[in-house]
């Protein structure tokens, strides 16, 4: 099978591109200082991140003609590929009180000390 016709392949919804994200708790932490579970504006943000992710898959399905998505699961194993990555280009940040991001958390896990139940939310 050709490039060419591998990509006829993608086009018209046939198949979906994922864009996948991980460490959006430390992400909404180290840019608002608020967890993305606070129901302000940590939720707030978080969301407009979601939001963002969300457009762009958007314009590039419009431009591409190809169908993309974004895509939250547990990468267990991969989260700690990307810790390692950010530590080592940006050093260790503290994250909240008295502690020192170590690593990511998987982007459908909210922080251990969090306040959450599973009925109403944060």
């Not at 994922?18 to 939720?43: I, P, Q, W």
Request: overall charge positive.
């Amino acid at each position: 099978m050709s490039l060419k016709s591998t990509f006829k392949l993608l086009n018209s919804c046939f198949s979906t591109i994922s864009l996948g994200y991980a460490g959006l708790y430390e992400c909404v932490k180290f840019m608002t200082g608020h967890s993305h579970t606070d129901n302000g504006k940590g939720k707030d943000f978080a969301l407009e991140v979601m939001q963002a992710l969300n457009d762009a898959c958007k314009k590039w399905k419009e431009e591409e003609d190809i169908d993309y998505s974004v895509y939250g699961t547990p990468i267990e194993s991969t989260t700690y590929k990307f810790a390692k990555c950010l530590r080592d280009r940006f050093g260790k940040i503290k994250l909240f009180k008295g502690t020192v991001s170590e690593g990511l958390r998987n982007i459908i896990c909210a922080r251990c000390r969090g306040d959450i139940n599973s009925v109403g939310g944060a």
